[in-house]
């Protein structure tokens, strides 16, 4: 894979004018590098530097990492040899050490070296053209952001395992909170929204994740807001929100599912979710190859208002999704790129509830293609869930096939409970968690 991408990247920086790329962002330098390394985002002192020159004899892409960060990368790069590491052993931390060992190494580097001026500190760039006075240096921003939009087929496979292991998390945490909710003990409080959460993570892991992103559970008098710590126990009755992000060989699934618990369902919130999912569709059958990201703002802005539906992702209603958990493209009011096939977006249509409720089903991810595929089953009505994998196999989660009600199904042996019901955005109705067995 990476030396496709590393093929594609070599072509756009000839157009460029560019002899070498100097990458300090974590997420184009794992795009070209390959290494995913954890929390370097997150970590500012952490640095990374990677050098691009197409056209060597030997690995195109030299990684200047500090020792801890060198290991594991290394270990990935065996499997793919398309980049070496050098372990940069020294006790201070941050960029100038890194540049300080590039200029070693390539003394006569020279001419025009593409930088990513969005995504790297201004005292990088500083140290960059205080120990290069002979280069001249280029945003490369705008070149990778366009060749990371339309993903390869290798990216678009891992972003697809990272949303099945999404659900693999989010299916086995219902579980555990049903049986809770099945017992006394749940109602003189017994199962927490952070315990909530975690559940989702555990699974999620379980089933092969690497790491995770964003995790939010929101209920009861919170559900109204986007991210929000909350404590306290999950409600015998109501609405519950799970936003949830993990991570599969350096590519990010992304999604938001709404539970109803109890009996009987509020036919109000009933119709607030359809109508959110009629708002959602809209989106879908406009995401196609041709069609602009502003464009399909426009029409589920123009058609919320039309309906009288609170909307409250009016600045946005969808993102693109693969390095980075949130990336372009973004369909918004200011975005004017044209989809095109093999783009992977994340739908995040977000509208409120009779008492202010935050209605959202982002994700799993779409797939624009000339067919208008779909990545996940999730997009086509009146389809299931994956089937949760059981425990002693949780290599593979197929799709069940259409039966003509989308049931979200379980490992064998588990229960189900009258009355726990999982909305999902396959048809906007309660979906019932008795677990369907293959035919």
């Given at each position: 894979m990476q030396a496709s991408i590393q093929s594609r990247l070599a072509g756009a920086m000839r157009e460029q004018g560019m002899r070498s790329l100097l990458l300090a962002d974590p997420e184009n330098f794992g795009y070209v590098a390959g290494p995913m390394l954890p929390y370097v985002k997150q970590t500012p002192d952490r640095a990374v530097l990677a050098l691009f020159e197409p056209g060597t004899d030997e690995a195109a892409c030299t990684c200047w990492l500090y020792p801890d960060l060198a290991q594991p990368a290394e270990a990935q790069l065996a499997k793919e040899p398309s980049a070496v590491c050098v372990a940069v052993a020294e006790d201070a931390v941050g960029a100038d050490c890194l540049i300080r060992r590039l200029k070693e190494s390539r003394p006569d580097l020279d001419g025009v070296v593409g930088v990513d001026f969005s995504q790297t500190a201004a005292s990088v760039f500083d140290a960059l053209r205080a120990a290069f006075p002979g280069c001249s240096f280029k945003d490369a921003g705008p070149m990778l952001r366009g060749l990371r939009l339309v993903k390869l087929p290798e990216e678009i496979d891992r972003i697809e395992m990272a949303c099945r292991q999404v659900d693999t998390g989010i299916i086995g945490a219902i579980n555990h909170m049903e049986g809770a909710h099945s017992g006394s003990a749940y109602r003189k409080g017994f199962y927490t929204v952070?315990?909530?959460?975690?559940?989702?993570?555990?699974?999620?892991?379980?089933?092969g994740t690497s790491m995770s992103g964003n995790m939010a559970a929101v209920a009861g008098e919170a559900i109204g807001a986007n991210y929000m710590p909350q404590r306290g126990f999950l409600p015998s009755e109501g609405l519950c929100r799970i936003e949830y992000a993990c991570c599969h060989g350096g590519y990010w699934g992304v999604?938001?599912?709404?539970?109803?618990?109890?009996?009987?369902?509020?036919?109000?919130?009933?119709?607030?979710?359809?109508?959110?999912?009629?708002?959602?569709?809209?989106?879908?059958?406009?995401?196609?190859?041709?069609?602009?990201?502003?464009?399909?703002?426009?029409?589920?802005?123009?058609?919320?208002?039309?309906?009288?539906?609170?909307?409250?992702?009016?600045?946005?209603?969808?993102?693109?999704?693969?390095?980075?958990?949130?990336?372009?493209?973004?369909?918004?009011?200011?975005?004017?790129?044209?989809?095109?096939?093999?783009?992977?977006?994340?739908?995040?249509?977000?509208?409120?509830?009779?008492?202010?409720?935050?209605?959202?089903?982002?994700?799993?991810?779409?797939?624009?293609?000339?067919?208008?595929?779909?990545?996940?089953?999730?997009?086509?009505?009146?389809?299931?869930?994956?089937?949760?994998?059981?425990?002693?196999?949780?290599?593979?989660?197929?799709?069940?096939?259409?039966?003509?009600?989308?049931?979200?199904?379980?490992?064998?042996?588990?229960?189900?409970?009258?009355?726990?019901?999982?909305?999902?955005?396959?048809?906007?109705?309660?979906?019932?968690?008795?677990?369907?067995?293959?035919?």
């Open positions: 952070p315990e909530f959460i975690e559940r989702v993570r555990i699974h999620a892991y379980e089933g999604t938001a599912r709404m539970i109803h618990i109890g009996e009987d369902m509020d036919p109000r919130v009933r119709s607030a979710c359809a109508d959110n999912l009629s708002l959602k569709m809209l989106a879908l059958d406009m995401l196609r190859p041709g069609v602009a990201c502003s464009d399909i703002h426009g029409a589920v802005v123009k058609e919320a208002a039309k309906r009288g539906i609170p909307l409250s992702s009016a600045s946005g209603i969808g993102h693109g999704v693969g390095r980075g958990e949130i990336e372009g493209p973004y369909l918004a009011a200011d975005d004017p790129t044209v989809l095109c096939e093999n783009m992977v977006i994340a739908l995040d249509v977000a509208t409120l509830g009779p008492e202010g409720e935050l209605l959202r089903w982002a994700a799993p991810p779409e797939l624009a293609s000339e067919l208008g595929h779909a990545l996940h089953d999730h997009r086509v009505p009146q389809r299931p869930l994956r089937e949760h994998a059981p425990v002693e196999d949780r290599t593979a989660i197929p799709a069940l096939p259409a039966t003509g009600k989308g049931t979200a199904t379980r490992p064998p042996g588990r229960a189900g409970m009258a009355g726990f019901r999982l909305l999902m955005p396959g048809n906007g109705k309660p979906l019932p968690t008795e677990a369907k067995r293959r035919p």
